[in-house]
């Protein structure tokens, strides 16, 4: 069961696999931006 799961996914090209790649990056790299503003926020309000 757990190979038919996986199989589709060898079908995705390179180009394909790149993009996906490219949009968790972006997207961990703006929630930790995000993150980072937050806990500055909170900080300064405390001080």
Do not use: C, D, H, W
């Not at 993009?19 to 980072?36: E, G």
């Amino acid at each position: 069961m757990l190979f038919f799961g996986i199989f589709p996914y060898l079908f995705l090209s390179t180009v394909e696999i790149g993009q996906i790649a490219f949009i968790v990056t972006v997207v961990l790299i703006t929630v930790a931006v995000i993150i980072k503003i937050l806990k500055n926020r909170k900080i300064n309000r405390k001080s």
